[in-house]
C-alpha cells in the first residue's frame, strides 16, 4: 500500500458546485496534514493545514479521521479559479519530516 | 520580500555532465529538502537537511549530491550517474528541525536532457 493515495480524476464539476477529495495515508503514527494546490507548470502551493478538530478556511474545509486515517478538502461554491491540482501531504518523521506526497487530484471547474 | 528561489527555470544536460541547480532561502529556516517532481507520479523526496553541515538521503538519492554549508543554501548536483534526470524539481524549507510545520517551495527548475 502506498503512504499517500489520492482519487488521480479529474473531478469535472460546474461553477457553484461543492466537491470533496479524500485522501488516505498509511501510517497510523502520522502527525501533521496538509493540502496543497498546484497550478499547472507550478510549484505546490499551501491551501491549507489540517487540524484534529477540522478547520475552515473561506470556502475551503479540511477534516481528519485518524479512525480510518484519511483526510478530505471539502471546497463549496467552486469557482473557475479553483481549477488546479490538490495535493495531500502527510509529514514522515522519519525522514527528517519531509512531506510524503499524494499524486494529486485534479479539478477543472468548468462555466 | 522573503522566500525561496530556484535557479535557473530551466536546464539543459548533456550526456555525461554533472549539472548544479540552486535553492536559496531568506527565511532563517533550519530544514531544506529537495523533491522530484515526474508527471502522473507526484513528489519524491531526494534528500533533507535538518542543519547546517548535514544533510540525508531521501527516498530517491541515487544520482543526487547536496552540500549544506550555509543555513540559506541548499544546491543540488545531478551527476552524470542519474540516468534519468528529466524532471521537475522542487526545492522547499520549512522553519525548524523535527517540525511538523508546513514546507514552502521555490518555482522549481525544469531540467531536460539534450
Known amino acids: 500500500r502506498k503512504e499517500v493515495e489520492q482519487d488521480p480524476g479529474p473531478f469535472n464539476v460546474p461553477e457553484g458546485a461543492t466537491v470533496a477529495f479524500n485522501c488516505t495515508y498509511s501510517?497510523?503514527?502520522?502527525?501533521?496534514f496538509f493540502w496543497y494546490r498546484q497550478d499547472c507548470r507550478k510549484e505546490p502551493k499551501l491551501l491549507m493545514s489540517v487540524y484534529s478538530s477540522g478547520n475552515e478556511d473561506g470556502r475551503f474545509t479540511a477534516q481528519l479521521n485518524r479512525a480510518s486515517q484519511y483526510i478530505s478538502l471539502l471546497i463549496r461554491d467552486s469557482k473557475l479559479s479553483d481549477s488546479a491540482t490538490y495535493l495531500c501531504a502527510v509529514v514522515n518523521s522519519n525522514s527528517g519530516y519531509a512531506l510524503n506526497f499524494g499524486k494529486g487530484t485534479s479539478l477543472l471547474v468548468t462555466p | 520580500d522573503g522566500g525561496i528561489t530556484q535557479s535557473p527555470k530551466y536546464l539543459f544536460r548533456k550526456e555525461g555532465q554533472n549539472v548544479t541547480l540552486s535553492c536559496e532561502q531568506n527565511l532563517n529556516h533550519d530544514a531544506m529538502y529537495w523533491y522530484r517532481q515526474d508527471p502522473g507520479q507526484g513528489l519524491r523526496l531526494i534528500y533533507y537537511?535538518?542543519?547546517?553541515?548535514?544533510?540525508q538521503k531521501g527516498d530517491i538519492a541515487e544520482g543526487y549530491s547536496v552540500s549544506r554549508e550555509k543555513k540559506e543554501s541548499f544546491p543540488l548536483t545531478v551527476t552524470s550517474a542519474q540516468k534519468n534526470p528529466t524532471a521537475f524539481y522542487l526545492c522547499a524549507s520549512s522553519i525548524g528541525q523535527r517540525s511538523n510545520q508546513p514546507q514552502h517551495f521555490g518555482d522549481g527548475t525544469r531540467l531536460s536532457i539534450l
Open positions: 537537511s535538518q542543519i547546517v553541515n548535514d544533510f
Open positions: 501510517n497510523s503514527a502520522s502527525q501533521s
